[in-house]
Each structure stands twice: as structure tokens, then as C-alpha cells.
């Protein structure tokens, strides 16, 4: 009861129940939730503590940054249901109807930040990812790591110059690259091109809403994209959608790091990523537990996860 009765206090409160209405539709740091409610970022940080007291919502710190998602599945899942329940009876919640749009302005300015980054450094993008591990012991990895099986139908999410496809595309029966920005589209067209492999496909598109149909790849490749991303699980999950049965996702990013200046200087959103955490991410997208790489040198450390969707046969025999 007593656990019950936690909840319940968390709850009682408009603005909590507001935050728990954000975070159903996007992971969102303090400083957001703060632009969104509109209220000072420390009264927004005593209203997480409380949530995430009572197991409501999880804290992650990077460098500066505090990131929120909601808490466990197996609590916040019946809260859920019961707030979808009441909601039906009282319709038109105007609180809800501004923050949704306060929440779309959050979206766009991520965007535009992001755009504006990439079409500023869009014939530098080579050159930066170059800067942190070598590259070419990167790409010896990831030939490692495919090697094993045919690469049958590509794609290459966050293309940017088109490097993966021109580093796999050849063993690969079709290549699709997708990109959002249309700088780095015309970069990796001009370069594949010189590259002898015309027949790639190059689309832009939104990483969280790949213009691609379900089990239309067998390797997925996600080079050096995943430390922009907000919502790094909701990008996971929608790579992996792609993946026909026995499909392989590949992850290539850092590890877990401090260099809080990457923020700033690079426009990085994530500082790295843990093991723990990205099979976490891996099993919710329906795949199996990632092989992992791990790359030391230079400032930061690379590593390169592995993960297949087992075929459907396959996880029926484990379900019954």
C-alpha cells in the first residue's frame, strides 16, 4: 500500500501530471520540460524528483544534461491505462492541447539546430568524424563484423556522405541511403558516383520515420548518427523494423563519455553509450543481445554492436 499511496501523492499535482503526459510522447530534458510547462528550471527539477521517487520517471545524467523517460513499464503501464480511462470522460484538457504544441516547438527547433549544423559542415563531415578514433581501424572492424554473412539488401541510416555504402555496397544485392539532409544527399550522390556505384539509392528522410517498408533489409548500418539523436531507443526500434528475419543491425558509435565540449563544439546530444543500455535498446526492439567491439584510441573510444532479429520460427520455439 504504502508504494500505492507514493504514487498516488506524485500524481497529485497538475504539473506532474502534465510531465507524465510529456514524456509518453518524447524523452525530454529538464531544460525542455521547462520551455514546455513554463516554469523555471529548478520548480521543474523538484517535480521530477518527486516522479521519479515514487518510480514514475527516470533521471539520466550526460555531462550537464538531465534526461527524462518514463519509469518502469510494469508501474506506469496500469497509471496509463487508468489516465486514458478519465481522459475520456473529460475531454478538451486545454493544459493538454497547449503543451502538445509547446512540445511541436520543441521538435522543431531540434530540428532546425540540427540542419543548420549539418549544412554548415556538410563538406567537412568526413574530416570530423575522423577527428576522435581512426577511421580506418573503424572500417576494418566493420568489414569484421558483416563479414560473416552476405549483406544482401543495405541501408544506411544517417548516410551523410554515403561512406558505408561506399565501404559495403559492393557485397550488397541493393543499396539505400537516407539522410535528412539534403546537403549531405548531394555530397554522398557526387561521391558514390566517382565511386563507381551509381546504383545506390539516396533518399532523405527522418530516421524516426524511415520512408521504408517493414522487413526490407537484411543489414541495417547506423554510422555515427545515434549520439544526434533525442530518442536514441524510438530510432532503434525503427531501424530494426526494417530487418527481415535473421536481419543485422549494425550500431557504430562512442562509448560512454565526459567531453561535454563535444556538445557544443559538434552539436552532440548523447555522450556515448554503455553496453547495459544499448541492449536494453536492442531487446525492446525485438532483437538479440548485441555482439559487442570495442576500439581504443585516440580521444574517444569507438564501439560497434551487433544485434540480428531472430527469425519468427525461432521465436516461437523460445515462446512456447
Known amino acids: ?75 506506469i503501464g496500469p497509471l496509463l491505462a487508468a489516465v486514458d480511462a478519465w481522459a475520456e470522460q473529460e475531454p478538451g484538457d486545454h493544459w493538454a492541447v497547449a503543451d502538445i504544441a509547446r512540445l511541436a516547438a520543441v521538435r522543431a527547433d531540434r530540428a532546425a539546430a540540427a540542419e543548420d549544423y549539418f549544412a554548415g559542415h556538410a563538406d567537412e563531415w568526413d574530416a570530423i568524424r575522423s577527428l576522435h578514433v581512426a577511421e580506418s581501424a573503424v572500417e576494418a572492424a566493420i568489414l569484421r563484423q558483416l563479414g560473416a554473412a552476405p549483406v544482401g539488401r543495405l541501408v544506411d541510416i544517417g548516410t551523410g556522405t554515403g561512406r558505408m555504402i561506399e565501404l559495403v555496397g559492393r557485397e550488397a544485392a541493393s543499396m539505400l541511403g537516407v539522410d535528412r539532409s539534403p546537403e549531405m544527399l548531394r555530397l554522398a550522390r557526387a561521391k558514390l558516383a566517382e565511386a563507381g556505384l551509381e546504383r545506390a539509392e539516396l533518399r532523405q528522410g527522418d530516421m524516426y520515420a524511415l520512408p521504408l517498408a517493414s522487413g526490407s533489409a537484411d543489414t541495417v548500418i547506423v554510422h555515427q548518427v545515434l549520439h544526434y539523436a533525442h530518442q536514441p531507443a ?73 544485434g540480428r532479429r531472430a527469425p519468427a520460427a525461432r521465436e516461437e520455439g523460445l515462446a512456447a
Do not use: Y
Open 1 to 75: 500500500m504504502r508504494r500505492m499511496l507514493d504514487i498516488f501523492r506524485a500524481l497529485a499535482d497538475p504539473t506532474r501530471l502534465r510531465i507524465i503526459a510529456l514524456l509518453r510522447a518524447m524523452e525530454l530534458s529538464v531544460g525542455e520540460l521547462a520551455q514546455v510547462l513554463g516554469q523555471s528550471q529548478p520548480r521543474v527539477s523538484r517535480h521530477v524528483k518527486i516522479l521519479a521517487d515514487a518510480g514514475l520517471a527516470d533521471r539520466r545524467k550526460e555531462g550537464s544534461w538531465v534526461f527524462l523517460t518514463l519509469g518502469d513499464e510494469r508501474r
Open 234 to 306: 524510438a530510432a532503434i526500434a525503427e531501424a530494426a523494423r526494417l530487418l527481415a528475419d535473421d536481419g543485422r543491425l549494425l550500431i557504430v558509435d562512442f562509448d560512454r563519455h565526459e567531453k561535454e565540449e563535444l556538445r557544443t563544439r559538434d552539436a552532440h546530444v548523447r555522450l556515448g553509450f554503455d553496453d547495459e543500455q544499448m541492449a536494453g535498446w536492442f531487446a525492446a526492439a525485438g532483437l538479440e543481445q548485441p555482439a559487442v567491439e570495442r576500439l581504443d584510441g585516440g580521444e574517444l573510444t569507438v564501439k560497434l554492436w551487433l
